[in-house]
């Protein structure tokens, strides 16, 4: 078990939130937070290779339309981070990449700017993203801690953002030291904030996954999407691992390395629940092939967030753009390679699990 890198957590500590985000910055990219067996499911799935596609590849056609905006093409930047300096620096350079080669983003937890004003700078990012698909972000737990619509509302208008994100993420919440585990009668609230929040409300997980039971309450709720994060990519219990305060804390956390339903599963899961709703797939997602994978399973939009953290930090913009845009050129290929010439006919392309039935 990797000894704790962080000291005890002062739960009066006005500066906390600010604290916890500098560390899952930090753990993120010096530590491996990954699942140790369990993965996406995505490589249990293949496409049957068209030899003879019928199609040009130039003409691959990958744009789409998500809440009245077009994307050039089906990628979102995950929520990841913000409320501290360093935070806000990688908010503005992944949104000005992601204004350049048009694709969607979602912001970290606004708690932290919430609570402390001070620190809302670190989510402005329409100066340099005028024209994206944006999404403010709030932990759906802090409904049973006096958040209500006014902080639902002061998020979105935080950062102008087009939709909401309501996050549930209930075992890093359960093993992080300072974590709020009240999730009790949540439902009828984000009812609540579906129904007067002027904009549409998204359900994300954070890397465990949506069952199709609990998709299915969510939907009934009058969320307008769902983002499945499933499991296969970043473990936050992983990462709360890393910043217990004592031995027995971090062997709690370290427990739950597995954890979760992967990434495939919970996008099937999702579409039967919701089938008229935008699937957002992300947990695990590496390259091109899978988000084509994950749009043929019944996925709209396809979110990264390690790698574009990473590319954020060693190259700046240019790296995310470079990432995007290499992504982008993965999915046009296997897009081509599948027969499918745009998103709707990848949407209805059969994968398969084995050659011969």
């Known amino acids: 078990m990797p000894k704790s890198k962080t000291a005890v957590v002062n739960h009066t500590d006005p500066n906390i939130h600010e604290r916890r985000k500098a560390d899952h910055i930090r753990i993120n990219l010096e530590e491996n937070v990954s699942f140790n067996k369990l993965t996406t499911g995505l490589e249990n799935y293949f496409f049957m290779h068209q030899a003879l596609p019928e199609i040009d590849l130039a003409a691959v056609d990958m744009a789409v339309s998500v809440f009245g905006k077009s994307l050039s093409t089906p990628l979102l930047i995950s929520s990841m981070t913000g409320g501290t300096a360093e935070a806000g620096k990688i ?13 969607a983003m979602g912001l970290g937890s606004q708690r932290a700017a919430i609570e402390d004003s001070s620190l809302a700078d670190t989510y402005h990012v329409r100066q340099v993203a005028p024209n994206i698909l944006l999404f403010a972000n709030i932990g759906a737990v802090q409904l049973n801690y006096s958040y209500g619509l006014e902080q639902c509302r002061r998020a979105v208008d935080m950062c102008e953002a087009d939709a909401l994100i309501l996050h549930f ?14 999730f009790a009668n949540l ?7 579906c129904r ?35 499991a296969g990519g970043t473990s936050w219990s992983q990462v709360e691992m890393y910043r217990a305060p004592t031995a027995r804390h971090a ?38 092939i899978d988000v084509a994978k994950s749009i043929a399973l019944g996925a709209n939009l396809v979110g990264f967030a390690g790698d574009f953290l990473r590319a954020a930090d060693q190259n700046g913009v240019a790296g995310v753009i ?34 011969f039935k």
């Open 91 to 103: 908010n503005r350079i992944l949104a000005e990449a992601a204004q350049t080669v048009g694709i």
């Open 169 to 182: 993420n209930a075992l890093q919440e359960a093993v992080q030291p300072e974590g709020d585990g009240n």
């Open 187 to 193: 439902l009828h609230k984000i009812e609540q904030i």
């Open 196 to 230: 007067d929040l002027p904009v549409p409300v998204i359900a994300k997980e954070v890397g465990w996954g949506f069952a199709e039971e609990t998709a299915r309450q969510l939907a009934n709720a009058g969320v307008a999407a769902i983002d499945v994060a499933g």
């Open 251 to 288: 062997r709690v956390a370290g427990a739950f390395v597995d954890w979760g339903i992967p990434t495939a599963v919970s996008i099937q899961y999702c579409r039967r629940a919701a089938p008229e709703l935008p699937i957002i797939a992300s947990g695990g997602i590496r390259n091109g």
């Open 322 to 355: 470079e990432m995007a845009e290499t992504v982008t050129d993965e999915l046009r290929v296997a897009m081509f390679c599948a027969g499918a010439e745009n998103i709707t006919a990848l949407g209805n392309t059969p994968l398969h699990t084995t050659y």
